[in-house]
């Protein structure tokens, strides 16, 4: 699967920004930012500890040499970037309770924003995480989670045009931690996951 490859292997200019696992902080056009821990988690102190509703999009089910990689795409309605990554964060663990596979990524897109497959990319994703139970298994993945988000609100057309922020795997732990709802997206179909199951290299264009 070749667009997730393409973020998962460091090009020069990503490891400059040490941003080596996201290709989305250039397609965006923002820098990738990491915030300590303090910053982080004074950030991230409110009420929704868990993130917001969001609504399923597609999952996607691909088969990439032998393991499974499942890839979720959801959307929220006017979320802020600590908002959105708890809540690709909750959707992760939860799809990952789940189903088993070797590779869960989780993109967040506006309520606004596009929703055809080819178009989820750079400034249309408000947050991502890519979670590896195995990491040292999965190309490009050293530690079990690579999370960011882009701290601007998203605009009419649904697009973020700030800054990505890249959370440290501690920092993503805290966060987890002090989750108390482990609830999925909703699915507007209620006919369970919306799957395309294809040999990942079929499913080249994104």
Not at 30 to 39: E, Q, S
Not at 52 to 71: E, F, N, P, V, Y
Request: hydrophobic share 45%; proline share 5%; net charge positive.
């Amino acid at each position: 699967m070749k667009a997730i490859l393409s973020k998962l292997r460091p090009s020069k200019r990503l490891v400059i920004i040490l941003s080596a696992a996201f290709g989305v902080s250039a397609a965006s056009g923002g820098a990738a930012v990491y915030v300590g821990r303090d910053k982080i988690l004074t950030r991230f102190a409110g009420p929704s500890v868990s993130g917001l509703d969001c609504t399923a999009l597609r999952t996607l089910k691909l088969d990439h040499k032998g393991q499974r990689w499942i890839r979720m795409h959801v959307k929220t309605d006017r979320a802020s970037g600590p908002d959105r990554i708890r809540t690709a964060l909750r959707v992760a663990g939860a799809l990952a309770k789940k189903e088993e596979a070797d590779l869960y990524q989780v993109v967040v897109l506006d309520a606004a924003g596009p929703e055809d497959r080819a178009s989820v990319r750079g400034a249309a994703i408000g947050a991502e995480v890519l979670f590896a139970p195995g990491p040292r298994s999965v190309p490009g993945m050293d530690e079990p989670f690579r999370a960011s988000y882009n701290e601007a609100a998203a605009n009419a057309a649904g697009r973020f045009h700030g800054k990505v922020v890249t959370l440290e795997l501690d920092d993503v732990r805290a966060i987890m931690a002090k989750m108390d709802d482990r609830s999925m997206c909703i699915d507007p179909s209620a006919t369970g996951d919306v799957a395309a199951v294809a040999p990942a290299e079929e499913q080249a264009s994104h």
